[in-house]
């Protein structure tokens, strides 16, 4: 008899139930995700960046020469025997030593990758710790900070990543070490920004009333609310570290032989332009290419995803 006392409250449960199943099935990751797969170039740009990843992990298992095989018997007839053939076994042709031009390919692809997403790791590890401890502990401290970062970004970034690089030496660690920590400035402006809205919030002034340190409520509270913006700046950051990388290779200073980049297959390739072998800088060229701008339609995705004004 209950039940039926009151048959407009239980029409209204029944209404509300489902209701409240849609309100609680959605998250904002999972909303961020479906406006990401909503995005055709974004996909588009995650697919490539599978096979080039793929490409530059498992690549080297279908060649049948090493990077740095010599093949003698084309010494001298490269524009004429040093095509790209399968019979031969030469992919993508050879360089102008001779070596497998293919081999050579995932190599350099490897290497540029490496160098993109570390140094970009990099830069977005100290960029985020740095600039969350400014906006967070606030006052002189935080201008001393940010004042630090703008006589940083004062400074020309390529002069000094070439100078660190002669004076050094040049190897792919200090490519590594120089591009990730020069980086990091634009990513501390930005973290800092964030976090200065993020430290007034009820859950970190929660956190502040029961005691917590300031050094905890950055790294439980504060660097864990930016991941949004993080995971957006590092997708759109790894296309600048590997266009750096490739200038810097493309200018003889950034990897050496026997290793090899995009940057240095591209050198290589250009200076062969006349001998009738323009394989040699077309292949190194689209991959540098199609990297780029899979990681720039990438990033773009990502960020009208986790884009708050858009939802």
Request: no cysteine.
């Amino acid at each position: 008899m209950a039940k039926h006392a009151n048959p407009d409250a239980d029409i209204l449960d029944e209404v509300q139930e489902p209701v409240n199943e849609q309100v609680k099935g959605r998250s904002l990751w999972a909303d961020a995700r479906d406006r990401f797969f909503k995005n055709k170039a974004a996909v588009v740009g995650l697919i490539v960046l599978f096979f080039v990843t793929a490409f530059a992990i498992f690549g080297g298992l279908i060649s049948q020469y090493e990077p740095q095989t010599v093949d003698f018997s084309l010494m001298g007839a490269m524009a004429v025997n040093g095509s790209p053939s399968i019979e031969t076994g030469h992919y993508f042709g050879v360089d102008f030593e001779g070596r497998d031009l293919y081999a050579r390919v995932v190599q350099g692809t490897r290497v540029s990758l490496m160098v993109g997403v570390v140094g970009a790791l990099v830069a977005v590890v100290v960029g985020t710790l740095y600039g969350a401890i400014a906006g967070y502990l606030g006052g002189k401290t935080d201008d001393v900070m940010m004042r630090l970062v703008d006589v940083l970004m004062s400074i020309p970034f390529m002069f000094v990543l070439i100078l660190m690089l002669v004076i050094f030496g040049q190897s792919i660690f200090m490519l590594f070490l120089g591009i990730g920590l020069i980086a990091w400035l634009d990513m501390s402006r930005i973290a800092r920004g964030q976090t200065l809205s993020i430290k007034n919030k009820e859950f970190v002034e929660a956190a502040i009333a029961t005691g917590v340190r300031p050094l905890t409520i950055i790294l439980r509270h504060i660097v864990p609310n930016l991941l949004g913006i993080v995971i957006v700046y590092a997708t759109l950051l790894v296309p600048q570290m590997i266009i750096f990388e490739s200038f810097i290779s493309y200018l003889g200073l950034g990897v050496q032989e026997p290793s090899t980049s995009l940057g240095a297959l591209i050198r290589q390739g250009t200076q062969q332009m006349n001998n009738g072998t323009l394989w040699m800088l077309a292949y190194p060229l689209f991959f540098f290419l199609i990297t780029l701008f899979a990681f720039f339609f990438v990033g773009d995705g990502l960020r009208d995803a986790l884009d708050p004004k858009d939802r």
